[in-house]
């Protein structure tokens, strides 16, 4: 298959083969996710599909630095020009540039773990007078 040293599975390959809308790929770990999206990604750009029309979304920054890592040696675009990412930073990219359509404010800020919990204790404790546990007890 393209690039690659082994041969992808039939399940792999009809991943990698599919050209037509949008393909989602759900596999255990350690499976080749990551290598399937890889070559998916090469094959689209050989049929010609430019990368900006290209979204490659993964749960883990690690998968998505792997992809845009094997595919920036043959693609020579920079990373920015490519739309691979977690899930997480392609909603706040959207949100970031899109967000004020569905009303929300411009230069919002993601709330990390720890302050979700913070600000989740405030109201709990002002109306029933009980603790909530701390994150790290949890």
């Known amino acids: 298959m393209i690039g690659s040293d082994t041969a992808l599975t039939e399940a792999q390959q ?7 809308g949008p393909l989602l790929i759900v596999a255990g770990a350690g499976t080749g996710k990551t290598r ?3 070559e998916r990604y090469r094959r689209l750009r050989q049929e010609g599909i430019a990368a900006e029309r290209i ?19 043959e ?8 739309f691979v990412m977690t899930y997480h930073a392609f909603a706040q990219r959207f949100l970031e ?42």
């Open 14 to 20: 009809a991943a990698v083969a599919h050209l037509t």
């Open 36 to 38: 399937v999206l890889v």
């Open 55 to 73: 979204l490659l979304l993964t749960f883990t920054e690690k998968a998505a630095r792997e992809v845009l890592d094997r595919v920036e040696q």
């Open 75 to 82: 693609d020579y675009l920079p990373a920015a020009e490519r």
């Open 97 to 138: 540039e899109e967000g004020w359509l569905c009303g929300v404010p411009k230069g919002f800020r993601v709330v990390s773990e720890v302050r979700k919990w913070e600000l989740a204790r405030c109201p709990f404790r002002a109306t029933s007078g009980a603790s909530v546990p701390r994150p790290a007890a949890v």
